[in-house]
């Protein structure tokens, strides 16, 4: 196998992962989609008609930078283009995870902004708010969701879901773990007295602390393990 071929199963296993753990998760749900970015700027996507739950290596497809798909190949998700604007908006980031989360999606339906809450929260930076609830299935839309994204790791598309982007597929799964574990704190902490919302000098310190990627990957090791799905390596 060439290398090209060895990075692109790689990029499957880790994907497959990926999902799994944020399905299980609720971050994810039957229609979400996570992709990466291959080294010649083609885009590896879960397939439209994969069952999120029961993911393998083989429910991808690979499409050109610009979506293109070859003859034969299964059909992608509708909200391609979400992926396509942000990988041509964004020349660093390698990994994009778009999911319907529970409580980051409750929180933009009620109009309510992401505050910090717990600390991992603080590493997703400002969550800014796409006015439309809309599905992301051309480039128009595309290209508006990468605006409000801008140099940002995350943004919650109101009463629809998230985007979180990152670096590669470990650190885009992780962030979108944070975002929604932080929204959850914060809408149960709202149903029971008033959230504490961590002042900006706590935020920044909380970064200082929390972005390295051995805490990343300590994230990701406990919901593979919690998951059982450290077998496949
Ligand atoms: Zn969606």
New binding site residues.
Partial sequence: MDAKGRSESIFRRDLTQGISILERLGIIDF???FSVRLDDGRILINTGSSVRSAIGPEDFVVVGPNGELSENAPAPPA?LP?HVSAYHARPDVQALV???PRWSTLLSSAGRPYQVTMAQGALLGDVPVFPSPM??SNSRIGNAVAGTLAGGRATL?RA??SVVVGNDVLEAAVLSIYLELNAERQYRAATVGEPYVFSQEQILACRAGLEKRGLFEKCWSYYRAKFGLTTSD
Avoid: P
């Fill in positions: 229609n979400g989609h909200e979400l778009h999911g319907h599905s992301v598309l629809h879901g």
